[in-house]
């Protein structure tokens, strides 16, 4: 069974940075072969993906957070993490690790599309003063 786990949330200040992590374990395929993905959730709001990537690295991000958010993976260890810099108070909200439904051979094409993942972790709180 597949655990998502996050950490690294924190409170900061507008302007700051931080990094979170998500350790996975239990898949079935190597966690290489899967799309990986950081979704966020502000109170009162949908659940909206921030960033994804592909098994060699490709990602997508949502135009909010461009230029802001790095998405990155570590093979090897199996953890996923976001650094987020150039914090804003709307990046507040709970951070969710997730992991696409099926793996394919590899991951080439990551989305932000919350349809497409089917393992999630019970999330870290960011939250953004101003």
């Known amino acids: 069974q597949v655990q998502l786990v996050e950490s690294g949330g924190g409170s900061v200040q507008a302007g700051g940075s931080l990094r979170l992590s998500c350790v996975a374990s239990?898949?079935?395929?190597?966690?290489?072969?899967?799309?990986m993905a950081w979704f966020r959730q502000a109170p009162g709001k949908h659940r909206e993906g921030v960033a994804a990537?592909?098994?060699?690295?490709?990602?997508v991000y949502a135009d909010s957070v461009k230029d802001r958010f790095t998405i990155y993976r570590d093979n090897d260890q199996n953890i996923l993490y976001l650094e987020l810099n150039s914090l804003k108070p709307e990046d507040t909200g709970m951070y969710y690790c997730a992991s696409e439904i099926v793996a394919g051979t590899i991951c080439t094409a990551p989305s932000l599309r919350h349809s497409e993942y089917g393992d999630w972790g019970q999330g870290t709180q960011v939250t953004v003063s101003s």
């Open positions: 990537i592909a098994s060699r690295g490709g990602t």
């Open positions: 239990g898949y079935t395929y190597r966690f290489f072969r899967y799309c």
